[in-house]
């Protein structure tokens, strides 16, 4: 079945430091989704990537999605505390918008 | 606008106990899934409801069941706990128009543990 992988697993940085994670899918996604969890919390939307190359920004954050349409990636500039959380990727699960997540890059920053 | 709302936040059963957990999807959303996420791990897909029907399935076994009622609010039920159901159950709603990119928005969830 799909499988979706996210490196790294943890990053730490020091505040104002870029950060990078990477997402693979096995299969060519329809699209992929971007997501955050904060520490006890649940996953918050970000964004979402339908075209092959696309590029995205969001203040400080910049998603791309692969010209093949099986990688993506997110990066953030100048890290800030608040930045602190897991970043997920997500990809339709077969038909329909069920996901496929991938596992996950915890961010700590140290301030 | 009121979001997805799951209860209850924090439960703790024992093993081979029975458990029902509820999510009510965002105002105007018609579809809800399931979704399990262990500690340290990324959400999987248990399953999806829409029109008081199953949809698709993840990788589950059949000890977890789930219903959605004429007003769009679902239950997910797991029988017959063991230790490795404990997780961080998670509700996402959204408004089906047949497209992968139809958003889903998740609840708080509900932790349950299992002991």
């Known amino acids: 079945g799909q499988q979706v992988m996210q490196i790294p697993q943890y990053q730490h940085v020091q505040e104002g430091e870029d950060f990078t994670t990477y997402c693979n899918s096995s299969t060519t996604l329809s699209n992929i989704q971007w997501y955050k969890q904060r520490p006890g919390g649940h996953p918050v939307f970000l964004i979402q990537l339908v075209k092959s190359g696309e590029v995205k920004k969001q203040k400080r954050l910049t998603f791309q999605f692969g010209e093949a349409k099986k990688n993506s990636s997110l990066h953030i500039t100048a890290t800030q505390t608040t930045d602190v959380g897991t970043y997920f990727c997500a990809g339709p699960h077969n038909a329909g918008n069920m996901l496929t997540f991938g596992g996950g890059t915890r961010l700590m920053v140290k301030p | 606008d009121a979001g997805v709302t799951q209860s209850p936040t924090h439960l703790i059963k024992t093993r081979g106990q029975q458990v029902t957990l509820r999510c009510s999807p965002k105002s105007g959303h018609d579809t809800v899934s399931w979704y399990q996420q262990a500690l340290g791990q990324g959400p999987q897909f248990i399953f999806q409801y829409y029109e008081e029907e199953e949809r698709q399935r993840g990788n589950f076994p059949d000890r977890f069941s789930g219903h959605q009622f004429p007003n769009y609010s679902s239950e997910l039920n797991v029988n017959a706990l063991l230790l490795g159901d404990s997780a961080l159950y998670l509700c996402?709603?959204?408004?089906?128009?047949?497209?992968?990119?139809?958003?889903?928005?998740f609840g708080p969830g509900t932790r349950l543990t299992v002991l």
């Open positions: 996402a709603s959204s408004l089906v128009t047949g497209s992968s990119t139809d958003t889903q928005y």
